[in-house]
């Protein structure tokens, strides 16, 4: 956990505002979140990320604190997002800057649960974690 303003951000909460809780590398462990610092991680993508750098160096808790968001480093990011998975970046970052980081947790969680089983959905697939259903 790392302390920004009045509330904490759980490791989880992607300074570009991706939120890692819905990602497979994050539910197996493989990688302990955009904010982990931890160094004894399998994913190792992170530590060169030049977004997360940015927001460090800036001293930020996430890009919608930024002036100049949305910027050109974030460019390629947010339309393969949009693109390839249909996530808008940029609005979920702007919802963390709106809600802080405890209610957009709730919000993401809501929004990627399966009509099914009430499970996660993996937002990549669009498939339930839980129950495996393809969801539209
Ligand atoms: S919006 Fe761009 S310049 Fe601002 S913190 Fe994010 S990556 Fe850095
Ligand atoms: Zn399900």
């Known amino acids: 956990m790392s302390e920004m303003g009045s509330e904490r951000y759980p490791d989880s909460v992607g300074m570009c505002g ?5 990602a ?3 539910r ?9 610092g931890n ?5 190792i993508s992170k530590w060169k ?25 974030r460019r390629r990011l947010d339309k393969n997002y949009r693109e390839k998975y249909g996530i808008d970046l940029l609005a979920n970052t ?10 957009w947790c709730l919000c993401q969680q809501s929004e990627n ?8 959905v993996d937002p990549y697939k669009h498939t339930c974690y839980e129950c495996g259903k393809l969801l539209g």
């Open 49 to 73: 990320c030049r977004i997360r750098i940015c927001v460090l160096s800036k001293n930020l808790g996430h890009c919608g604190e930024c002036d100049e968001f949305p910027c050109k480093i």
């Open 39 to 43: 160094h004894d991680q399998k994913r």
């Open 28 to 36: 197996t462990g493989t990688c302990l979140g955009c904010r982990s």
């Open 113 to 120: 649960r399966c009509r099914d089983c009430g499970g996660t």
């Open 18 to 22: 991706v939120d890692c809780a819905l």
């Open 24 to 26: 497979p590398c994050y």
């Open 94 to 103: 702007r919802a963390l800057a709106d809600l802080g980081p405890v209610r």
